[in-house]
């Protein structure tokens, strides 16, 4: 079975920590992606990547940066957290050929 | 940019009702229209999906209908059973490559 985890399924952080959200897949995907879900606003898309060390901004980047150094492995980090950044965190994976995106069960995270 | 309109908000069916799910988008370039539902504390998964050459593709009790000319796409659950119970999105694939997703539509199905 496809496979994408998350490194926490709830998070708690304070305003200007740094935050670090990991997603792993097991699917030998070159494409990756971080959406974030808000009630009322659906899935937006955050940034992605479709290779390793390969990064695009999505439609949402602001406030945001990621890291892909190992093709499983896509995090995305908060360089300062802060109140409107309170969301669910969706991750996906793709592989190259197939149009399917495989998601992850999320991490809500509330920034205090 | 793309845009993706998906009606109604909420929707509430008895037991083997049929529910139906529109969307409507913008991007005429779009070619790959998949659906995706969500139940709580999960991430979405997807149930159907439909590509531009095709009018309409169907798996058991779901079926996905396509209007390019309109650019509109609905889901379509027959014999709805309380399990189908979920938060149901629409999406599209644009000229971008990227999926542009629905709002989302939280149907209930009542026993």
């Known amino acids: 079975d496809v496979k994408v985890t998350q490194s926490s399924r709830y998070l708690v952080k304070r305003t200007g920590e740094k935050v670090f959200l990991e997603c792993v897949q097991d699917?030998?995907?070159?494409?990756m992606f971080w959406y974030r879900q808000d009630p009322g606003l659906g899935l937006r898309l955050i940034y992605f990547?479709?290779?390793?060390?390969?990064?695009e901004k999505g439609d949402i980047p602001e406030g945001y940066s990621v890291s892909r150094e190992k093709k499983e492995r896509f995090s995305l980090i908060l360089e300062s957290a802060s109140t409107n950044q309170t969301s669910m965190y969706l991750c996906?994976?793709?592989?190259?050929?197939?149009?399917?995106?495989?998601f992850g069960p999320g991490t809500r995270l509330t920034v205090l | 940019g793309e845009n993706v309109e998906q009606h109604p908000s909420t929707l509430s069916v008895q037991e083997g009702d049929s529910a139906v799910i529109k969307c409507t988008y913008s991007d005429s370039a779009s070619n790959y229209f998949p659906w995706y539902k969500q139940e709580l504390g999960k991430g979405p998964q997807l149930i159907i999906d439909?590509?531009?050459?095709?009018g309409e593709k169907k798996d058991q009790r779901i079926a996905v209908t396509l209007n390019k000319t309109a650019k509109h796409f609905s889901l379509h659950i027959t014999e709805t059973q309380p399990e189908d119970s979920a938060v149901y999105f629409c999406?599209?694939?644009?000229?971008?490559?990227?999926?542009?997703f629905g709002k989302g539509t939280l149907l209930t199905v009542n026993p």
């Open positions: 999406a599209e694939r644009g000229s971008n490559y990227k999926l542009t």
């Open positions: 996906a994976g793709k592989g190259g050929v197939t149009d399917t995106q495989y």
């Open positions: 990547s479709y290779d390793v060390k390969m990064k």
């Open positions: 439909i590509r531009s050459n095709v």
């Open positions: 699917m030998d995907h070159e494409n």
